[in-house]
């Protein structure tokens, strides 16, 4: 079965430094999603993208946050200048209708 | 505004028993659907199961079935014959079909299975 892949796996930064978390989503899917996961803690969807352009946002995906699709197969996350407060396991997923198929994952370690 | 409950944080159930997962909902729109994921200790997040508001029928996937009772807005999960690889968190989660496709999911029940 096709899957969601997400690179790397974990990722250990620096507080300011900027992220970027990538994703293949499933080649025929439309629309693409992330969400994150802080530990111990529900998952909370940040963004979803569809034709190009974002079409919903959470409070928590600001200006910090930006999505890109900038080739035919990935979909990244960039974030500018992380802050602690940023670790968590940030997922990607991807749909073509109701159903999403999320990857496996980036953990995102802010020191 | 959309409400996930997972009233249970953990459960324990002996292994060969079914177990029954509570999930109930909030919304206001008609038009939603219902997902269960599992997500065991290596982080990842794996479909189980979706029930659509309009389905008549209840979802079934195998040893996974979702007892979907509208009227009382809830969407429990049913596991039979619980294996020890059933051990993980499970996330009832709402998809709200008019606004991108946003999941809003509950806060987990941690399942153990006992052998």
């Known amino acids: 079965e096709p899957e969601v892949t997400q690179t790397p796996s974990h990722q250990v930064t620096q507080m300011g430094q900027e992220v970027i978390l990538r994703c293949v989503p499933i080649s025929n899917h439309l629309y693409f999603y992330w969400y994150r996961q802080i530990l111990g803690q529900k998952v909370e969807f940040l963004v979803s993208?569809?034709?190009?352009?974002?079409?919903?946002k959470s409070e928590i995906f600001d200006d910090q946050f930006s999505v890109e699709r900038p080739d035919g197969s990935n979909f990244t996350l960039k974030i500018r200048s992380t802050k602690l407060e940023d670790s968590a396991m940030y997922f990607c997923?991807?749909?073509?209708?109701?159903?999403?198929?999320f990857g496996a994952g980036t953990r995102l370690s802010v020191l | 505004a959309q409400k996930i409950t997972q009233t249970q944080p953990g459960m324990f159930v002996q292994e060969k028993e079914a177990v029954t997962l509570d999930c109930t909902y909030d919304?206001?729109?008609?038009?939603?659907?219902l997902f269960w994921y599992k997500q065991p200790s290596s982080g990842e997040m794996i479909f189980l199961i979706y029930q659509g508001s309009y389905d008549q029928q209840n979802a079934t996937e195998g040893r996974y079935s979702l007892n979907f009772q509208k009227a009382r807005k809830s969407a429990n999960l049913v596991i039979s014959a619980s294996q020890l690889g059933d051990s993980a968190m499970y996330f009832c989660?709402?998809?709200?079909?008019?606004?991108?496709?946003?999941?809003?999911f509950g806060a987990g029940t941690i399942l153990r299975v006992k052998s």
């Open positions: 919304t206001s729109d008609p038009s939603y659907g």
């Open positions: 993208f569809y034709n190009n352009e974002i079409s919903e």
């Open positions: 997923a991807s749909s073509e209708g109701v159903r999403l198929n």
């Open positions: 989660a709402m998809l709200h079909m008019e606004y991108g496709n946003k999941l809003v």
